[in-house]
């Protein structure tokens, strides 16, 4: 990717009820890929790649969740 340009999400997996399961995020420093678990309860995201490239997903995977608030 170019210098500047924003991370975009590439792919989003939802599950039945509509609560996002799998991810991909680009962004200047590499892919990021996330995956939603139930952990204790509460629904947490991890993610994979470099500490660059994720601190810079950290956008894109807020909008992904406010996303499905607003589907439910």
Do not use: N, Y
């Amino acid at each position: 990717m170019k210098a500047g340009v924003a991370p975009f999400i590439r792919t989003i997996q939802f599950d039945l009820a509509q609560r996002p399961v799998r991810a991909t995020i680009s962004t200047q420093h590499g892919p990021v890929r996330v995956e939603w678990k139930d952990v204790a309860g509460s629904g947490c995201w991890f993610s994979s790649g470099t500490g660059d490239a994720k601190r810079e997903a950290v956008p894109a995977i807020e909008h992904i969740e406010q996303m499905c608030q607003t589907m439910q």
